[in-house]
């Protein structure tokens, strides 16, 4: 039995139909798919191995389609087996917006900018295809707040609850949930941050692994972006393009009677819920699959949370438990 590797290279040459090429592995992500970067007579595609028994590949052959056809620039399919987890792509380079930002001669106004226009089409009015896109629904966003409580705090700390913690976060967790589902739900992608945009010559940016989309809160892409989990800008930076973003998504007809007050609560809460998710994947990516690289992250993304969550009185007593049980086993980055 041919092993994956050699399976994926005989499906290219045989039933891609691909002449010689060069093979070398792209990049690698959080999940159990693996991407190779394929050569051959001057064109480069990606090829994805998503184990069929790990992974579901039409997700991401449905979303790429509907999200091309709302003006963004993703990958295109080019070959697929579905049921063996293989997809030949079309090769959006290979300059991540991370790396990019973190260059000396960055120019994040210019590269957020096309960001945020591009999250403008995603979010643009229209009737989205529920049967498409799941809705994220309470059970959804209080499944991955526990993440935090049973991977991170458990798991990682080795912290145990007790009935005063336990209320704590039960009312914090129902709190960001419920300021979540009460935003205008638009199409999201749900991991739109550095990492997953490239820069491309035409129609940057390129935009990437957006297999998990859901109809859902209008700031969550906005807060994955602006307050990505890799790298951090000061706060009255990131408020800045918070309100330019709220007068363009006003323009388009996204928002509607919501004002710059409402929606930067909206973000911050926003930013809470999904960075308290992060946390315990981080701390599950070590622990169940082996991917300590992901620690050094945990910092900067709690530092978002007790940031946060000391400037709203509805989550003092969230804050005071970070002060006390979390923050003295962390080297914290507060932004």
């Known amino acids: 039995m041919l092993n ?25 992500d959080a999940s159990f798919r693996r991407y190779f970067r394929v050569q051959y007579a001057n064109q480069s595609h990606i090829v994805m191995d998503a184990p069929p028994d790990k992974e579901n590949c039409r997700p991401f052959v449905n979303v790429a389609q509907a999200f091309h056809e709302r003006g963004l620039n993703v990958p295109r399919v080019l070959h697929a087996n579905l049921e063996r987890g293989f997809l030949l792509l079309t090769d959006l380079g290979n300059r991540q917006y991370l790396e990019e930002l973190s260059a000396t001669n960055a120019n994040p106004d210019q590269l957020y ?26 059970p959804l966003l209080m499944r991955e707040m526990t993440l935090f409580r049973d991977w991170f705090m458990a798991q990682h700390l080795k912290i145990t609850p007790d009935d005063a913690i336990t209320a704590t976060l039960d009312d914090t967790f129902n709190l960001l949930a419920q300021a979540a589902l009460e935003q205008p739900q638009v199409w999201v992608h749900r991991d739109y941050h550095s990492r997953n945009l ?23 892409d906005l807060v994955s972006l602006l307050r990505d989990c890799y790298i951090a800008w000061p706060r009255e930076q ?19 009677n919501v004002s710059l007050a409402q929606f930067l609560r909206w973000f911050d809460l926003m930013g809470a819920q999904r960075h308290l998710k992060a946390i315990g994947i981080f701390a599950r990516l070590n622990i169940r699959d082996g991917k300590p690289g992901y620690l050094k992250d945990i910092p900067r ?8 969550s000391g400037r709203h009185p509805e989550l003092a007593k969230f804050h005071g438990f970070l002060q006390d049980n979390i923050a003295p086993h962390m080297d914290l980055q507060v932004p």
Do not use: C
């Open 4 to 28: 994956r590797f050699d399976e994926m290279t005989h499906w290219l040459r045989h039933d891609a139909g691909l002449p010689t090429f060069d093979i070398a592995p792209a990049s690698s």
């Open 113 to 138: 900018g096309e960001a945020l226009n591009t999250l403008l089409r995603l979010q643009r009015p229209g009737a989205p295809n529920t049967t498409l896109l799941p809705p994220y629904d309470l």
């Open 198 to 220: 490239m820069l491309t010559e035409q129609h940057n940016p390129g935009v990437l692994d957006f297999q998990d989309a859901v109809i859902g809160p209008v700031t969550y």
């Open 238 to 256: 990131v408020e800045e393009w918070v309100a330019k973003y709220h007068g363009q998504a006003t323009h388009a007809g996204i928002l509607s």
């Open 301 to 308: 993304t709690l530092g978002y949370v007790l940031d946060v």
